[in-house]
């Protein structure tokens, strides 16, 4: 059964950083793209990153964030530095065949997790 899991989300103060994990299982993660993608309260969800052969980021989070992939914990991680009150979202983590354009891939995406809660709040 195929399974991504998120973990990592929490509350942090304007300018920190946090790290959020994308666990899975029943497939191997190198074998597929996957993204991270977030929803604020009232918006709709959207791309943040993918990773597949390449990188890709959506402009907002451009040299703030940093998506990675570990294989041998078959997770995949996303790095967010200088963090802002306007990255509260819960972030998703999803998979696809490949990477979809970052501005329609809330509506490629395969599997999806359940998302993790980030807060950017002093």
């Known amino acids: 059964q195929v399974q991504l899991v998120e973990s990592g989300g929490g509350l942090v103060q304007p300018g920190g950083s946090l790290t959020l994990s994308c666990a899975a299982s029943g497939f191997t993660l190198d074998s597929y793209a996957i993204a991270w993608l977030r929803q604020a309260p009232g918006n709709e969800r959207e791309g943040v990153s993918c990773?597949?052969?390449?990188?890709y980021y959506a402009d907002s989070v451009k040299g703030r964030f940093t998506i990675s992939r570990d294989k041998g914990k078959n997770t995949v991680y996303l790095q967010m530095n200088s963090l802002r009150p306007e990255d509260t979202a819960v972030y998703y983590c999803?998979?696809?065949?490949?990477?979809?354009?970052?501005?329609?891939?809330?509506?490629?995406?395969?599997?999806w997790g359940k998302g993790t809660l980030v807060t950017v709040s002093s």
């Open positions: 990773i597949s052969s390449s990188e």
């Open positions: 999803a998979s696809a065949r490949l990477c979809p354009p970052i501005a329609t891939m809330q509506y490629l995406m395969e599997n």
